[in-house]
């Protein structure tokens, strides 16, 4: 599903759901189709991210928490888990990133074994792989990857 999709207004948000920030629910308060007034909304895709149906449409719920608290599209902007758990819609744990911060919080080595027995280390800035070096053992090729994702990335580095 396409994120530039634009999502509803916060006040027909504010209308079918209450959300709760702490803990990333959101409950309905309409019955519509299965939907009955009081029950949590949404379904897990195969990803594990909580889709809500609104008005016909589906949209992904870590987007739906950011309007419904923030009152404000992203747009082409993505909101990242914090956690990188695509099922933690709390707030505190949603955030506006490039395609570029996201991925940056993606799980990643950052190095691999060479034929020689030796690691090279290596970073992806912006689409564009920069080697970062040739070391003896894993840990200095690792430390190599982590000092780099946290120039390139600040709070976005995955360490």
């Known amino acids: 599903m396409p994120k530039s999709i634009t999502l509803p207004p916060q006040k027909r948000l504010h ?16 019955s519509r189709g299965r939907g009955k007034a009081g029950q949590v909304a949404g379904n897990l ?3 594990g991210y909580l889709l809500l ?6 949209y ?5 928490a950011w309007m419904y608290v923030h009152g404000e599209d992203p747009g082409d902007l993505e909101i990242e888990h914090i956690s ?11 955030r506006k990133a490039t395609r570029s911060q996201n991925n940056a919080n993606k799980n990643s080595k950052g190095f ?24 003896e ?7 190599a990857y982590e000092k780099a994702a946290r120039t390139y990335f600040g709070e976005f580095a995955n360490c």
């Open 137 to 143: 053992c894993p840990l200095l090729a690792r430390l």
């Open 60 to 64: 992904k719920a870590h987007r739906i």
């Open 84 to 94: 990188r758990n695509p099922a933690e819609n709390f707030i505190l744990n949603l």
């Open 15 to 30: 209308e079918l759901f209450d959300y709760n920030e702490n803990t990333g629910v959101f409950i309905r308060k309409t």
């Open 45 to 47: 895709d195969d990803c």
């Open 53 to 58: 149906v609104i008005d016909g449409k589906k």
């Open 112 to 135: 691999r074994k060479l034929l020689n027995g030796k690691y090279t280390a290596q970073i992806r800035i912006n689409g564009k792989q920069k080697y970062l070096g040739t070391f």
